[in-house]
């Protein structure tokens, strides 16, 4: 079995470790945290760097994923997706067990589904996305790169989600809606219409709040 780095320590760390051991793909070989973490374990598994030891464990471990969370910011996943594949990481993506992926749905290198979620089919998810456990991608929408779309969120058919987006815990975006770059929707939002980039929904509305 392929080993597999995880990159970050935290809390989603916990989720990752999870979906990856149930897919059966990879063997978790170690996690690379913060310079205080080093040492340390996550459920079993030890802590074996920081980011300065990446062109290092990436040499003898080819294999990665993302394993920070995203809420408020996409910036450290980005930051991280960016230094380990400038370094020459290979990014696959990973699928939980009971995870439904369509076999004419794509997703992107360092992506992650999680227990539960579906991707239907003509859908497609970007690059280094979290589709996080329960949510659902309905038929062809697409989720731009770096987006987490967060616990039983429902995306409804034909819905174009921008780079960057954040969409909260049983959030429902309406069929056929455009959500921009860098968005917050918070949890349990219903979006009826169009939002711009850089905005934030909040509960139960379309009240908008500029980035």
């Known amino acids: 079995m392929r080993q597999l780095l ?5 809390g989603h760390c916990h989720s990752c470790i999870e979906t990856i051991e149930s897919s059966d793909q990879f063997q978790i070989a170690g996690i690379v945290g913060s310079p205080n973490e080093v040492g340390t374990s996550v459920l079993g598994y030890d802590v074996i760097g920081s980011d300065v030891d990446l062109p290092l464990l990436l040499q003898r471990i080819p294999n990665a994923i993302i394993a920070a969370g995203q809420i408020q910011s996409p910036d450290l996943r980005v930051r991280l997706f960016e230094l380990a ?8 993506a990973i699928t939980a067990s009971t995870a439904v992926v369509s076999r004419h749905a794509s997703l992107g290198p360092g992506t992650i589904v999680m227990h539960g979620g579906i991707v239907n089919a003509g859908a497609k998810v970007g690059t280094n996305g979290i589709i996080n456990s329960m949510a659902l991608i309905e038929h062809d929408s697409i989720v731009e790169d ?7 969120a429902v995306l409804n058919g034909g819905v174009h989600v921008g780079s960057q987006t954040f969409i909260g815990s049983r959030c429902v975006v309406h069929q056929s809606v455009s959500i921009g770059q860098r968005c917050v929707i918070a949890a349990g939002a219903v979006v009826r219409s169009n939002v711009e980039d850089g905005r934030t929904v909040h509960y139960n509305s379309n009240r908008k709040t500029p980035a």
């Open 6 to 10: 995880l990159i970050g320590a935290g």
């Open 146 to 152: 770096h987006c987490h779309v967060s616990t039983a």
């Open 85 to 92: 594949t400038n370094l020459g990481a290979v990014m696959p």
